[in-house]
Nanobody, 127 residues
Framework: QVRLVESGGGLVQAGGSLRLSCAASGRTFSSYAMGWFRQAPGKEREFVAGIRWSGGITYYADSVKGRFTISRDSAKNTVYLQMNTLKLEDTAVYYC????????????????????WGQGTQVTVSS
């Protein structure tokens, strides 16, 4: 059974940093992309960043480009999201997800293309 478990969320002041982790198990992930999404209260879930296990191809939403970095440790089957220079608008529940298509050559930002999701971790940025 595929499991994705996020950790690392918390409360941080604006301008601070957090690193989220997503530990994956139950499937061979080397052929899949992984994504981070977030959902703020009253808003739709949005794509944040994605990475392919092989080749390290990455893709970011414009709102986080230059501030967030996605990476993976294949040996640990873990994906990370380093978040720097956090802003109030980054406050949300952050989810990691696994792409359903092992033959996709890049990274998709469409949530319906991801078939497994973690439980989410809360990130709160205060002023």
């Amino acid at each position: 059974q595929v499991r994705l478990v996020e950790s690392g969320g918390g409360l941080v002041q604006a301008g601070g940093s957090l690193r989220l982790s997503c530990a994956a198990s139950g499937r061979t992930f080397s052929s899949y992309a992984m994504g981070w999404f977030r959902q703020a209260p009253g808003k739709e879930r949005e794509f944040v960043a994605g990475i392919r296990w092989s080749g390290g191809i990455t893709y970011y939403a414009d709102s986080v480009k230059g501030r967030f970095t996605i990476s993976r440790d294949s040996a640990k089957n873990t994906v990370y999201l380093q978040m720097n220079t956090l802003k109030l608008e980054d406050t949300a529940v952050y989810y990691c997800a696994a792409d359903r298509n092992p033959r996709r050559t890049g990274v998709t930002r469409e949530s319906y293309e991801y078939d497994y999701w973690g439980q989410g971790t809360q990130v709160t940025v205060s002023s």
